[in-house]
């Protein structure tokens, strides 16, 4: 996952523009947190409340995500802010992620990640067809909207590069 914030920190030449990517980051991780707490609390209210769908364990799981979402995005604000406070561990944290190496190992995981996913998705959309069209569907626009914006970032980033 350290594909998804490290191109912010590609061309970071002091470690004064790395700690304004780091409080990005950590403002990032506030949303997340929001969005854990909404999630919970959808889930709860469903529960106590509403009793939409009558799926006690449905709730279980999105409660467990939304929770999951605010302990680790308050785990990555506090490593965060201490990595800011201290000039040794800033300036290692901004070697780590411009180590060419640590880049092309997230490279390459993310593409074996988005294949391992198209192709699941593919077969979930083949078996989902015999069973339920809303599956189907969901699966189709998934497999849609991953090859759409596979052709729009590489003509985006082929004229960028």
């Keep these: 996952m350290i594909c998804l914030f490290s191109t912010f920190e590609r061309n970071v030449k002091t470690n004064e523009e790395y700690a304004k990517i780091v409080q990005k980051k950590i403002r990032i991780?506030?949303?997340?947190i929001a969005v854990g707490v909404i999630?919970?609390?959808?889930?709860?209210?469903?529960e106590?409340?509403?009793y939409i769908g009558g799926n006690s364990w449905l709730d279980g799981?999105?409660?467990?995500v939304g929770f999951g979402l605010i302990c680790v995005s308050i785990m990555k604000i506090i490593k965060f802010k201490r990595v800011l406070k201290s000039d040794t561990l800033l300036k290692g944290e901004r070697l780590k992620v411009q180590d060419e190496r640590n880049q092309i190992i997230a490279?390459?995981?993310?593409?074996?990640?988005s294949i391992v996913l198209f192709i699941l998705s593919y077969a979930a959309l083949l078996i989902a067809g015999f069973f339920s069209r809303t599956i189907f569907y969901c699966f189709w626009w998934v497999v849609i909207v991953y090859c759409f914006?596979?052709?729009i970032f590489r003509k985006y980033y082929?004229?960028?590069i």
């Design 48 to 50: 106590l409340f509403w």
């Design 39 to 46: 999630t919970a609390a959808i889930a709860l209210c469903n």
């Design 29 to 32: 991780f506030y949303g997340v």
């Design 61 to 64: 799981v999105y409660t467990g």
């Design 158 to 160: 082929s004229n960028k």
């Design 107 to 113: 490279a390459r995981a993310m593409q074996s990640a």
């Design 149 to 151: 914006s596979y052709i």
